[in-house]
């Protein structure tokens, strides 16, 4: 299972930016997705969450009403929609699919490569 992240790239502050995450190997319709953030001298912490269906999402505080994580099973990507943007916002986003079919969240057992999204202010 590969999962390729892409989309990420330099914005200034309060734009927006949108990053995708597709899923080779494995098909993500029964899995849920996650994506992930780590930022220089920082520990990798959990942005967004889908559930398999798309029923359920769930956000970090920090993000809550400027990101949205969304999915498309029948291209086998999920995408995360990055708005007003600010500098904290700066880190390398992984996507992650989650270990267990119609899973809420993780854990996670596959893990992207992660693509940069920095943040000028």
């Known amino acids: 299972v590969q999962l390729q992240a892409s989309g990420g790239g330099l914005v200034q502050a309060g734009g927006s930016l949108r990053v995708s995450c597709e899923a080779s190997g494995r098909t993500i319709s029964f899995y849920a997705m996650g994506w992930f953030r780590q930022a220089p001298g920082k520990e990798r912490e959990s942005v967004a969450a889908i559930n398999w269906s798309g029923s359920s999402k769930h956000y970090a505080e920090s993000v809550k009403g400027r990101f949205a994580i969304s999915r498309d099973n029948a291209k086998n990507t999920v995408y995360l929609q990055m708005n007003s943007l600010k500098p904290e916002d700066t880190a390398v986003y992984y996507c992650?699919?989650?270990?267990?079919?119609?899973?809420?969240?993780?854990?996670?057992?596959?893990w992207g490569q992660g693509t940069q999204v920095t943040v000028s202010s």
């Open positions: 992650a699919s989650g270990a267990r079919i119609g899973g809420n969240s993780g854990p996670w057992n596959y």
